[in-house]
């Protein structure tokens, strides 16, 4: 069951809308299809926000660490609500998969992404949920940081809004525990489509 759901991103307005921002974005939707009001948290290290789910609390929460120290933050949380780190879902964004895909993912490594090591090493686990939006990759090693740092043109940004949406249909399936129907729905293309 997840309890603790977190979006991946780098605060401040220089890095709205940037493709390395995709796991707040989603953050943000789930938010507002869950009720949920986010707010500064000091001992948390970010933006939280609670509700209710099936009898259970759950937690979402917005980094303001910046992307390479997110999981200061997410250990802080975990730690203070005894969450497992399989009680976990991470949303980041994923150079590997192009605009307008997203995939689930449960363990692995960080696959180069920042700040997903950073949630590795301050959890000292690996068996949490990923939930990777695709960005696309530069095609060079030497262009990825400023092409995550930069804002999409609107064709993949549209797509990429897309995948999110489709990501976000299938949260319900997440929440009441059931992956293997989240990611089967997901990676098919079988969600139903309530905005």
């Known amino acids: ?38 707010k500064a948290h000091s001992k948390f290290h970010g933006a939280v926000g609670n509700t209710r789910w099936q009898a259970r609390k759950l937690w979402l929460l917005e980094p303001d660490t910046f992307m390479n120290l997110s999981g200061v933050a997410v250990a802080a949380l975990a730690s203070y609500y005894r969450i497992e780190a399989s009680e976990v879902l991470v949303i980041h964004d994923e150079l590997d998969l192009p605009p307008g895909t997203a995939r689930l993912k449960k363990g692995g490594g960080a696959g180069g992404h920042n700040g997903v090591a950073s949630v590795i090493d301050h959890l000292g686990a690996r068996d949490f949920l990923r939930l990777r939006i695709g960005v696309g990759h530069p095609g060079s090693a030497d262009q990825v940081v400023a092409y995550v740092l930069s804002k999409a043109p609107l064709d993949e940004f549209q797509a990429t809004a897309d995948a999110t949406q489709r990501a976000l249909d299938v949260l319900p399936d997440l929440l009441d525990g059931d992956v293997q129907r989240a990611m089967q729905r997901l990676h098919t293309g079988l969600t139903d489509s309530v905005h």
Do not use: P
């Open 1 to 38: 069951m997840i309890r603790l759901i977190v979006g991946l991103g780098n605060s401040g307005t220089r890095y709205e809308q940037t493709r390395h921002n995709a796991g707040f974005a989603f953050l943000r939707a789930a938010a507002r299809r869950l009720s949920v009001e986010l």
